[in-house]
């Protein structure tokens, strides 16, 4: 049951800073620029990317995935892949990467559980 939630609350966590992402960049198209607004949606964006990586590495990477698992390799290999797209998400405003990572997401639901939660 936690490790569904905890899929879940990644998924969650891609819709807040797909949501602050298109904040962002709507925001920077205005004149004059809301700085105060602009840095909370940045800092938002960034506190949900860190809480993803925080859920791969310290619940799934440290706590569930066994070295004996099956798919051992392929579940790391996917859930590193989501720390990096995770760190590229606080970099930038690019939308694919929330596909990205909502996409390796599904992919290790799949590895984990049989099949895909969200």
Known sequence: YDDKLRTKMIYEHTLTIEKSMKKIIELGQKNPINHN??????????AHATEIQHIVARYFMTQ??????????????????????????????DLE???KLRALLSEFEILYFGRSQN
Do not use: F
């Not at 607004?37 to 960034?46: D, P």
């Open 37 to 46: 607004q602009l840095i909370r949606w940045v800092s938002n964006k960034e």
């Open 64 to 93: 569930r995935i066994k070295t004996d698992a099956k798919k051992y390799t392929e579940k790391l290999t996917v859930l590193h892949k989501m720390l990096i797209t995770a760190m590229k998400c606080k970099q930038t405003t």
């Open 97 to 99: 990467l929330v596909k």
